[in-house]
């Protein structure tokens, strides 16, 4: 067994050397969900191989299983209904869990959810039940040092969501009793891990059929308000958009996601709750990776993404919808896979996702590594520069760098700008740049950087460097639903130099870009420098 999964780790860290150990997408983080999933006795065995194999990951779900008294198997899948399960049950999973040695794994959840669901929401006894063993889940968690749990609220037996299956109650009984069953779900999990990160494939999402009409939002609506109205302060509550991201085919897709999280459920929200939604709720997206790579992916799914895949190709299509994920993600984002794995185990027959696209694993990271995977592609396939007089060395008669307008906004700004030897040196600009139209090709993936350095940081703190894109349709109007993107340099190393780097899509009514190379805040005395712009199709 011993030389059986150290083979596994070596041919699994060759691949993360292959693939990279880590991500771009600084403060964000990928959770792993889905069939390899492990129990806290595989997990604890092989954490190792788990890490090592999808390294790009920070975390995963985690069953907890026990047993009763009579010595049968108590799962997660028995803890939605009457029957009271005991802590005891699960000595053996939180020893497991305390033994298991994580590393790169830092963020994990204990899986929960509704079922068996055959409840009666006006039921003290089932929601006595249901309530004791979700604050046992919340202890397990916390003693092990989880995030929090993971809360598929999907109905995959019981359907009690509904108020049509509520026989013989008014709506407004069923609306009181929701919140009330909220209210106490709340104080059983968060009243035991008060700093319990509730992690939910759906959350308000559930709703996204009653958006424009929030008024008929079913009972998941006013149970998530009980829930609001006793969530304390260290708490966090993540909704996975999972019906949303599983259709996610590009950026437009994206951002009506994010409205709907921003401007739609909040409307299902009770006046008193909002705050505690906006500052306590965030979007994580999830990508479906059956839809993608799975010779028998669900038939729903892949009419949604079936365009995407003919006008791509499938592995390339993920990497794009995996960055933009990780780009809409408030914190976490998440995959959820069955039929395949990121980690072969002994103990499972189930296949590598490179058994159906061999490209699959190469297509996560450059997903989630997209500046470093844009370099290698121009770098590889010896992309032209689109930018006319990207090196800035030609000047006009105004002694500016020729096919470049200069602007610099005189209501806030009278600092300068200079040009020496291939150079853009701006001194005491509040907000000023230079830019530049460039016909591109709609729907097309385009990759823009530039280099640059700020001078008296002390006497300039809130002073930056940026590049930015505006896209405009062939009358030069704004056009496309995200019209402007823009980046913050960054540093690149210990000597001062900083970059700007971004990967971004066009509208398919986009017909050119104007390119921004902008410096901002410089106060008096102060100086900053760009150099080396560059724009090439991905």
Not at 38 to 52: H, L
Not at 241 to 264: A, I
Request: glycine share 8%; net charge positive.
């Amino acid at each position: 067994m011993k030389k059986t999964v150290s083979a596994i780790m070596t041919v699994m860290f060759a691949a993360s050397v292959i693939c990279g150990a880590e991500h771009e997408f600084k403060g964000k983080k990928l959770i792993h969900a889905g069939w390899s999933d492990g129990s806290t006795d595989t997990v604890r065995k092989y954490i190792g191989v788990m890490e090592k194999s999808a390294p790009v990951y920070s975390g995963m779900r985690i069953f907890v299983t026990g047993k009763d008294e009579n010595n049968k198997i108590v799962t997660h899948r028995m803890m939605f209904g009457p029957r009271k399960f005991k802590y005891e049950y699960f000595k053996q999973a939180v020893a497991d869990l305390k033994a298991t040695k994580f590393q790169r794994f830092t963020d994990n959840f204990i899986a929960t959810g509704v079922q068996p669901g055959k409840i009666d929401w006006f039921s003290d006894k089932d929601w006595e039940g249901i309530c004791n063993n979700y604050a046992i889940f919340a202890r397990i968690a916390k003693e092990t040092g989880m995030k929090g749990l993971i809360f598929d609220s999907e109905e995959y037996s019981g359907k009690f969501w509904w108020f049509k299956n509520v026989a013989g109650r008014t709506r407004a009984e069923c609306i009181a009793m929701a919140r009330k069953r909220g209210q106490q779900f709340g104080k059983a999990v968060f009243g035991t891990f008060p700093d319990c990160k509730l992690f939910c494939y759906f959350w308000l999402s559930l709703n996204t059929g009653n958006v424009e009409d929030p008024d008929h939002a079913h009972l998941s609506a006013h149970f998530i308000n009980g829930v609001y109205d006793v969530l304390p302060s260290g708490a966090m509550i993540y909704d996975g958009m999972e019906n949303v991201g599983y259709r996610l085919r590009d950026l437009n897709d994206l951002h009506r996601s994010v409205k709907m999280f921003y401007q739609d459920f909040p409307k299902m929200i009770s006046p008193e709750n909002r705050s505690k939604y906006f500052n306590q709720t965030r979007m994580c997206m999830a990508i479906y990776l059956d839809a993608y790579f799975s010779l028998k992916p669900p038939p729903s799914y892949s009419y949604w993404l079936a365009e995407g895949k003919k006008k791509y190709g499938t592995a390339d299509f993920f990497r794009r919808n995996m960055q933009l994920t990780m780009e809409a993600a408030d914190e976490y984002a998440w995959t959820w896979g069955e039929r395949g794995t990121w980690w072969r185990l002994p103990i499972s027959s189930r296949k590598g996702w490179e058994h159906f696209d061999k490209d699959s694993r190469q297509a996560l990271y450059d997903g989630m590594n997209p500046i470093a995977s844009a370099e290698k592609a121009v770098k590889d396939k010896k992309k032209k520069n689109l930018l006319e007089n990207a090196s800035l060395t030609k000047l006009n008669y105004k002694k500016t760098p020729a096919a470049w307008t200069v602007h610099q906004n005189e209501r806030l700004s009278n600092g300068t700008m200079e040009f020496p030897k291939g150079k853009i040196v701006f001194k005491d600009t509040i907000s000023a740049s230079l830019y530049q139209r460039v016909k591109v090709t709609p729907g097309k993936e385009y990759f823009l950087t530039a280099r640059g350095m700020i001078d008296s940081v002390k006497k300039s703190p809130g002073a930056r460097l940026k590049i930015e894109i505006d896209y405009r349709n062939a009358k030069g109007e704004l056009t496309g639903f995200n019209r402007r993107r823009s980046k913050v340099f960054r540093p690149v190393g210990n000597n001062g130099e900083l970059k700007g780097a971004m990967v971004f899509d066009t509208p398919d009514d986009a017909t050119s870009l104007l390119v921004f190379l902008k410096a901002e805040n410089l106060e008096k005395g102060s100086s900053a420098v760009i150099y080396a712009p560059a724009l090439y199709e991905r």
